[in-house]
């Protein structure tokens, strides 16, 4: 089984800066994708980011130019760095993790426990 724990979440006034970090941890071959989701009170969940394991990056447009995610394979690890933070991105934060049991399996997809981000002055 695998886990994810994700820490970073918290209060932070609008332009400021929060950098999530999600783990995973656990017995399997390999991680193929790791992405960020956000899911705002009585929204549905929605895509932030995601980045391949070759480092091949995708962003939601209303982040581009303030996110960054990026992903340490050797930790099976990956960031979110969040810039230039607006009211409107405060939500649960929630990264995924697509992980081989072995290299003739498909990938299964992981969910953290969610962290919070609010942005308010």
């Known amino acids: 089984q695998v886990q994810l724990v994700e820490s970073g979440g918290g209060l932070v006034q609008p332009g400021g800066s929060l950098r999530l970090s999600c783990a995973a941890s656990?017995?399997?071959?390999?991680?193929?994708?790791m992405g960020w989701y956000r899911q705002a009170p009585e929204k549905e969940r929605e895509l932030v980011a995601t980045?391949?394991?070759?480092?091949?990056?995708n962003y939601a447009d209303s982040v581009k130019g303030r996110f960054t995610i990026s992903r340490d394979n050797a930790k099976n690890t990956v960031y979110l760095q969040m810039n230039g933070l607006k009211p409107e991105d405060t939500a649960v934060y929630y990264c995924?993790?697509?992980?081989?049991?072995?290299?003739?399996?498909?990938?299964?997809?992981?969910w953290g426990q969610g962290t919070q981000v609010t942005v308010s002055s």
């Open positions: 995924d993790a697509a992980v081989r049991y072995t290299v003739m399996t498909a990938p299964r997809n992981y």
């Open positions: 980045i391949t394991s070759g480092g091949n990056r």
């Open positions: 656990g017995s399997f071959f390999s991680i193929n994708a």
